[in-house]
């Protein structure tokens, strides 16, 4: 007599499958960090995808719905807004020079933020403390624990992830700091 009852390998297969999706747009997103820092190449602006005979830009050139932002701040301006000495360490990442606390910015398209976010915020509330819904931009949440912290903001120029570790002040610290940097983001 046959059954439906699954076996621990396909139950194991099954949980694989159901994550592949967002792990496979995470990777995606992953390399879409702030600043290109010359290392890698950049194809440049829908403008300049236009042929040399003033054609217009290539179809597949992208819409201005799909254009990463830049990193938001320089090394004096995480200083101040985590109040202390921070350094640039390359695609907007900023350490503290002693291999302890840093902040990161990474960015992406609007479009691909929405595409990611309910799993972001999923995974969010299983790894932190305290996650809250942010007031400002089309969606957004902070997430703190003693150690670390991540918030995500989607505004129509594009997506913020800025993810922070290692501050001295606990959860209420980590916040304050999240909150001052999402504020110091242009709108």
């Known amino acids: ?27 995606l997103l992953a390399p879409a960090g702030c600043d290109s820092g010359g290392d890698v190449f950049d194809g440049g602006s829908a403008d300049s995808a236009a042929g040399g005979d003033g054609g217009e830009p290539d179809a597949g050139a992208g819409a201005v719905d799909d254009v990463r932002p830049p990193c938001p701040f320089t090394a004096a301006q995480v200083s101040e807004i985590v109040g202390q000495t921070m350094r640039d360490d390359g695609n907007c990442l900023f350490g503290d020079g002693k291999g302890v606390a840093s902040l990161a910015v990474t960015t992406a398209s609007a479009d691909a933020g929405k595409m990611t976010y309910e799993y972001q915020y999923d995974q969010a509330g299983k790894q932190y403390e305290k996650v809250v ?54 709108a």
Do not use: C, Q, W
Request: overall charge positive; charged content about 25%.
């Open 1 to 27: 007599m046959a059954t439906d009852a699954l076996t621990p390998a396909r139950t194991a297969r099954l949980h694989r499958a159901r994550l592949a999706l967002p792990l496979l747009l995470l990777a």
């Open 133 to 186: 819904d942010l007031d400002r931009g089309e969606r957004g949440y902070l997430a703190v624990k003693d150690i670390r912290g991540e918030a995500v903001l989607i505004e129509g120029k594009g997506t913020y992830t800025v993810t922070i570790s290692s501050f001295a002040g606990g959860t209420a610290g980590n916040e304050r700091i999240l909150r001052r940097t999402l504020d110091a983001i242009p």
